[in-house]
C-alpha cells in the first residue's frame, strides 16, 4: 500500500467551491505514470498535479500534470495553483520554500511569484514558459459545428480563428456576443474531426471561445471545451487565456506596452472564475506573458492506493 499526501486548492478565485479545482499530490516520488494516471483520473479535475524533487538544486520542483486522460507539458491554472500551495505550506522536500518558486516542466521551466493582500497570501501569477506560436488558421465552419452554433456567430472581424499556444496548443475563437458564448456546447464527434484535421503532437483537440463584454475593452467572458480529453467544459483555462492575451496584444492594431486582460470564465458552469493577463510588448514582438489569479484552499488528506 502506498500512502501519498494531497492538497486541493480552487484556482482563480478567492472563494472556496467556486474557480477551477486542483489536486496536487506532494511527494510523487513513489509513483509510477500509470499510477498517476490513475490518481487524475480518480480526482477527475482538469488537472492534477504531481510534485517531484527537482533536478536542480535552486529549482523548486519538478512538477508533471495530468488530465483524467492524458499527460501534458504545461498547463495554467496547476502552476498557479501549485505555486500558491507551496507557498503557503512552507516547505518542500524537507527544505523551506524560496521566491520566485521555479518549476520544472516538459513545456519549459516556469517561474512563478506569490500574489498578497498586506500580509495574507492570496494567489499566485507565473511568466509563460513560451512567446505565443500561432500554428495556423482553423476553419470557422468547424469551430462553429463544434460548439453547435451557427457560422454567423463566429466572428473573425479581429482575427480568424487560429491554432495558438504557449505551452499547449488550443483553437481559440471570438464569437459575437456573450448570449452566443452561453449558447455554445461541445459537439464531440466534430471534435473528433477537428482532431484529424489539425494534430498537435499528442494534444487533443480542443476549444477555447470568447466574447467581448461589451462594458469594458479588456473584460472578456470565454469558455473551454475538451471532451475528446475528457472534459466536456473547464471552469478557467491559464493556457488558453494567455494565448489569447498575447494573440491580442500581437495584432498590428495594439501599440507596444504594457497590456493587461481580465477573462472571466466558468460563469455557465456555475463555477465562476477570474484569470489576469498582462503581457509586454516591445518592437511588435509580444516578450512577456504573466497569467495570475487568485486562489482558495479546500481539502488536505492522504490518498491510498495500491
Request: contains cysteine; negative net charge.
Amino acid at each position: 500500500m502506498i500512502t501519498v499526501e494531497f492538497v486541493t486548492v480552487d484556482v482563480f478565485t478567492r472563494s472556496p467551491l467556486r474557480g477551477n479545482q486542483l489536486a496536487i499530490i506532494l511527494d510523487a516520488g513513489r509513483l509510477d505514470a500509470a499510477l498517476m494516471q490513475q490518481i487524475a483520473r480518480e480526482f477527475n479535475y482538469s488537472e492534477t498535479v504531481f510534485l517531484l524533487p527537482a533536478s536542480v538544486a535552486e529549482h523548486t520542483a519538478r512538477i508533471r500534470i495530468f488530465t483524467p486522460t492524458e499527460e501534458i507539458p504545461f498547463a495554467g491554472h496547476p502552476n498557479v495553483g501549485t505555486a500558491y500551495a507551496v507557498a503557503r505550506i512552507g516547505q518542500i522536500f524537507g527544505r523551506p520554500v524560496r521566491t520566485p518558486i521555479i518549476f520544472e516542466e516538459d513545456g519549459g521551466p516556469v517561474t512563478a511569484q506569490p500574489i498578497y493582500d498586506g500580509d495574507a497570501l492570496v494567489g499566485a501569477q507565473f511568466d509563460a514558459p513560451q512567446r505565443l506560436q500561432v500554428l495556423g488558421d482553423v476553419d470557422p465552419k468547424l469551430v462553429a459545428d463544434c460548439a453547435t452554433l451557427p457560422k454567423s456567430q463566429i466572428a473573425v472581424g479581429a482575427h480568424a480563428p487560429v491554432l495558438a499556444s504557449i505551452g499547449l496548443p488550443v483553437a481559440m475563437a471570438e464569437v459575437a456576443s456573450p448570449a452566443a458564448l452561453a449558447r455554445a456546447k461541445p459537439d464531440l464527434a466534430c471534435f473528433a474531426e477537428a482532431d484529424k484535421r489539425h494534430p498537435v503532437g499528442d494534444s487533443r483537440f480542443s476549444l477555447f471561445l470568447y466574447a467581448r463584454t461589451g462594458s469594458e475593452p479588456n473584460r472578456l467572458r470565454a469558455r473551454m471545451f475538451a471532451p475528446l480529453s475528457n472534459i466536456m467544459e473547464d471552469p478557467a483555462t491559464g493556457s488558453a487565456a494567455g494565448a489569447l492575451a498575447a494573440l491580442l496584444a500581437a495584432m498590428p492594431s495594439a501599440p507596444d506596452g504594457e497590456h493587461n486582460v481580465r477573462i472571466e470564465q466558468g460563469i455557465e458552469m456555475g463555477r465562476p472564475s477570474a484569470i489576469a493577463v498582462g503581457t509586454i510588448k516591445r518592437h511588435g514582438v509580444v516578450e512577456r506573458i504573466a497569467i495570475g489569479g487568485e486562489c482558495a484552499p479546500v481539502m488536505r488528506g492522504v490518498l491510498e492506493c495500491e
